[in-house]
């Protein structure tokens, strides 16, 4: 027998879980991989080994899936890309080409299963991946974003609710301390709980020059990367239980500042420390705190300001890879850092750089 092998009536077989319910309703399932732009791959299911110690909850409708191995270099668009700017904060159904955020990609498993994530910048890009995957992992979502985004905003809301799960669409910006705290409180209301955050939204102003930053930049870029995640973090701890997680979204440059993001480096420098130090507090309670540092990734921050224009058309060509990440490739880190398997994980972070710096 070929386990592997979905032609093989044999490998549908059940393993050890003889209980009906523990098995998956569905034998076989296609991954649909049209977003990579790949054919249908075959889904294989295991019998499924229980071999935790911990109780582990059947999932209703979840499947085991595995991916055919895929060489990352040809996975996605490689620069040049096409110059594009947009007013910031940018959109990303305005990008060209369109960022892949596992919306035809990304398969669930129930890890999430009944989780009450809030998610800032939830609308597009790296926060829309983690939304998505969140949701298609059982767990119900809010999602801030700031109103002009609304657009992509609808579009995140419309794949959560296809899904099943609760969503909280909370248009506000975050610069301001009471938004924040009306944030959570509407996340927690609106969900029943909080039980996942993820501290995500950011600024990020491309300046040749400290002489061409001003103090009105500097304090923006602050407020929106540091202060919010202070304001929010502090308003939620309250509400969160023991077993929680808080992740934040650092950077790579946190580790590599370029000389063009003086000011957004520092912040993300910032969120490492202050992930650090969380952690060490929040562990009395319970609750998790760790970091993603992603590398070059597709997302409206680069065209509407994170980048130089001319600069933009190369983004991520000297990335290892040859290319920049799609958002799709990234929401798995925040899955696992949610996830309760992951619970020896705290005051980490994880890197998705394609391979060039990072923690
Ligand atoms: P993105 O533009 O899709 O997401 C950033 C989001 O921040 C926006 O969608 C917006 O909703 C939110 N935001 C910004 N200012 C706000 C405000 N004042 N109030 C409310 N919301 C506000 O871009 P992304 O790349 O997915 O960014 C997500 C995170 O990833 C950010 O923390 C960014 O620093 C980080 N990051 C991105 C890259 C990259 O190459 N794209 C690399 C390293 C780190
Ligand atoms: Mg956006």
Redesign the pocket.
């Known amino acids: 027998m070929n386990p592997q092998d979905p032609k093989d009536p044999r490998a549908a077989a059940p393993g050890p879980h003889t209980d009906a319910k523990d098995r998956p309703p569905s034998r076989r399932a296609a991954l649909n991989l049209v977003g990579a732009g790949l054919a249908a791959a075959p889904v294989l299911l295991a019998g499924g080994a229980a071999q935790a110690q911990i109780p582990v909850q059947p999932v209703p409708g979840a499947t085991r899936v595995r991916r055919p191995m895929q060489d990352p270099r040809n996975l996605y668009p490689r620069p040049p890309f096409a110059a594009q700017t947009q007013p910031w904060?940018?959109l990303?159904s305005r990008m060209n080409p369109r960022p892949d955020h596992g919306e035809s990609s990304y398969v669930g498993s129930g890890r999430l299963l009944g989780r009450k994530a809030l998610i800032?910048?939830g609308?597009?890009?790296?926060?829309?991946a983690t939304a998505i995957a969140f949701a298609r992992e059982g767990a119900d979502v809010a999602i801030?974003?700031?109103p002009v985004?609304e657009p992509?905003a609808q579009e995140v809301v419309q794949l959560i609710r296809s899904e099943g799960r609760r969503v909280v669409a909370i248009p506000?910006?975050?610069?301001d301390e009471s938004f924040c705290q009306r944030l959570v409180a509407e996340s927690v209301r609106g969900l029943g709980g909080l039980d996942i955050l993820v501290n995500?939204?950011?600024?990020?102003s491309a300046q040749k020059s400290i002489l061409d930053i001003t103090t009105e930049q500097f304090d923006q870029t602050l407020k929106?990367?540091l202060y919010?995640m202070f304001w929010i973090t502090k308003a939620a701890v309250p509400s969160m239980p023991a077993g929680a997680a808080i992740i934040n979204?650092?950077?790579?440059?946190a580790y590599e500042p370029p000389e063009q993001l003086l000011d957004?480096a520092s912040t993300?420098a910032g969120i490492v420390a202050f992930t650090k130090s969380l952690a060490k507090q929040l562990a009395t309670r319970g609750i998790r705190v760790n970091a993603v540092?992603?590398?070059?990734?597709?997302?409206?921050?680069?065209p509407?300001g994170?980048q130089l224009p001319d600069e933009l058309p190369k983004f991520g060509s000297d990335s290892p890879l040859g290319r920049?990440g799609q958002?799709a490739e990234i929401a798995p880190l925040y899955v696992l850092l949610a996830s309760a398997e992951n619970s020896y994980t705290t005051g980490n972070v994880y890197g998705s750089t394609g391979g060039r710096g990072g923690p």
């Open positions: 904060p940018g990303a800032t910048g609308d597009s890009g790296i926060g829309r801030n974003y700031l985004e992509d506000g910006d975050i610069r995500n939204a950011a600024k990020q929106t990367n919010a979204t650092a950077s790579v440059v957004y993300k540092a992603p590398g070059p990734y597709w997302t409206p921050l680069q509407s994170g920049p958002p």
